[in-house]
């Protein structure tokens, strides 16, 4: 089953009792048994919910995985891969780096006794020397936020494979439909749901999928013990929103691309980090391993002056400045105050998110009035 057809139909049936084509949104708590251990397969929603089953099995479908768990938040997603851990331990994760994971990691967890490092994995050799005996988990975007830079998933599944550790790949930026982790030797893939799968801005939610059947059971058991779940009505908004995720998708990237080449010829523009360019780094990483260079992209503004910055994201008509992505309204942020604000100032820009750093999610307007609303607020 191709792609597409996987989006609209995997996991998804039509309502037994009614034939209701739509998933029902079973807002309920509990769940009557017929006997002590009798049910239908649900007892408590915490632990099981047959929207919420749908949407995971629809997720793991589209991810080419077995298993799907869904949680409140891509950060509670995250934080039951890292809950899978011990003091002791050690991580392995990309110096750019979605500033709420890096905040999780070290204002959380370091205390528990679970070291971090932070390198940079565009070359694998650097990551190579940081593998010791202590190594459990290897953590990768790609692209990442906010640089676009791209990561070999295979090269770090290899590094992996050999330090006997985890690779965990947050797919938030490619999508199911550009990158399929899992089949590139990823253990567990991970996706913020509120971006590009949930796709309409409505809904706060994280995701997780794997292959292997013992490391499943471990992430429902982290997932039922700690009961950061999403709620039916959730579940039920992005099972709607995978349906269009092919067609969104490929809009945003064909936007991406032509607001990229607007940019980059741009007299005020001093960089544009999108991996589609060739002279982007790794580019031939992201030909091998992605089926389109999405809509994400970074910008740096000539001077390099915070207040050029904050005038350009404040004249914007139709981007709307906000934190988040991937929705189908075009978004503008600036990374240094809104996402990676939580990052210390000289641990950012050591990986370039600078003052004048802009970051745009290319939604899937009319590219020629998004050109027309940069063009005016660029001046």
Excluded at 125 to 130: D, I, K, P, Q
Excluded at 206 to 218: I, P, Q, R, S, T
Aim: hydrophobic letters at 40%.
């Amino acid at each position: 089953m191709k792609f597409a057809t996987k989006a609209i139909h995997a996991g998804v049936h039509p309502d037994e009792s009614t034939g209701a084509i739509m998933t029902p949104i079973y807002q309920t708590s509990t769940y009557v048994q017929d006997g002590v251990g009798n049910h239908k397969g649900y007892e408590y929603s915490r632990t099981l919910n047959p929207t919420r089953h749908a949407l995971e099995k629809n997720i793991a479908a589209i991810e080419n995985g077995n298993f799907g768990a869904c949680f409140g938040s891509g950060l509670a997603a995250i934080d039951c891969v890292i809950k899978m851990l011990n003091p002791g331990d050690e991580v392995i994760s990309t110096n750019d780096l979605y500033g709420g994971s890096y905040r999780l990691f070290k204002t959380i967890f370091e205390k528990y006794g679970i070291k971090f490092h932070f390198v940079d994995m565009q070359n694998p050799v650097g990551v190579e020397a940081h593998v010791n005996e202590h190594t459990k988990l290897i953590w990768v975007e790609t692209p990442t936020n906010p640089m676009m830079n791209i990561i070999d998933i295979e090269a770090m599944a290899a590094i992996a494979k050999k330090a006997g550790a985890l690779l965990c790949v947050d797919n938030t930026f490619a999508t199911p439909y550009l990158q399929n982790p899992l089949d590139l030797g990823a253990d567990i893939v991970m996706h913020s749901v509120t971006k590009y799968l949930g796709g309409h801005s409505d809904v706060v939610m994280g995701a997780l999928v794997c292959n292997d059947e013992e490391l499943a059971k471990e992430m429902y058991r982290i997932q039922n013990s700690t009961g950061a779940v999403t709620a039916p009505m959730d579940s039920f908004l992005v099972l709607r929103g995978i349906k269009t995720l092919h067609l969104r998708v490929q809009r945003h990237c064909e936007n991406g691309e032509k607001l990229a080449n607007f940019l980059v010829n741009h007299p005020k523009i001093e960089k544009v980090y999108w991996p589609g360019f060739p002279t982007h780094p790794n580019h031939d990483v992201a030909r091998k391993q992605m089926r389109g260079f999405g809509g994400m992209i970074s910008f740096t503004m000539k001077g390099n002056r915070l207040e050029d910055a904050l005038e350009v994201v404040k004249k914007v008509e139709i981007f709307a400045l906000a934190e988040s992505l991937g929705g189908v309204e075009s978004l503008i942020g600036h990374p240094a105050t809104m996402t990676h604000a939580s990052i210390p100032k000289e641990v950012r820009e050591k990986t370039g998110v600078v003052d004048s750093l802009i970051r745009l999610s290319v939604g899937v307007e009319d590219a020629d009035d998004l050109i027309a609303d940069l063009t005016k607020a660029l001046g």
